[in-house]
């Protein structure tokens, strides 16, 4: 399952935020612009982190923020998010992150096909900080292999 197309109000190029929830509640706010989720999908991806801690932090410097399929999942989305400044999620060796993935899923089945592709494109060592240093869109689609959406395109 290729990852889906990304559209330019999924993304969100050097965000200011305090702390991980901010980071979060931008690549959720991504997701929310989208049309992929509503606002409550957000508050269940931080709730996630709050209850079983950092473990989203899936690489140094990269968060993939997200939660279980539910009704606040309009359709599969993913949203990005770069950081002006890193900041700390509390993992013991990936801490500060710099890049929020926001992942929405409609089904179980689809959450483990889109987390097996992105770490196909993680599995280059140098996207990540790529990610985090780009300065536009088309860059950042094309670090992750994806495409805009055929009404942008």
């Known amino acids: 399952m290729p990852l889906p ?10 965000v200011h935020v305090e702390d991980w ?7 959720g706010d991504a ?9 409550e999908y957000t508050k269940r991806m931080i709730g996630v982190i709050d209850e079983f801690g950092a473990y989203v932090v899936i690489a140094p410097g990269l968060a993939l923020a997200h939660a279980r399929p539910g009704p606040d999942v309009h359709t599969e989305g993913l949203s990005v998010v770069t950081l002006a ?9 990936n801490d500060p992150v710099s890049v929020v993935l ?7 089945d689809e959450h483990v096909l889109l987390v097996a592709e ?15 240093a780009a ?7 094309s670090l992750l292999g994806v495409t805009a959406p055929p009404e942008e395109q």
């Open 85 to 93: 400044e890193p900041v700390a999620f509390g993992h013991p060796h």
């Open 135 to 141: 300065t536009d869109v088309d860059s950042i689609r």
């Open 21 to 27: 929830r901010g980071a979060v509640a931008a690549a």
């Open 118 to 132: 992105l770490a196909n494109v993680f599995n280059d060592p140098h996207v990540i900080p790529a990610l985090a």
């Open 102 to 108: 926001g992942l929405a899923v409609t089904s179980g």
């Open 5 to 14: 197309p990304l559209p330019t109000a999924a993304i969100t190029i050097g």
């Open 31 to 39: 997701l929310e612009r989208s049309g992929s989720t509503s606002p």
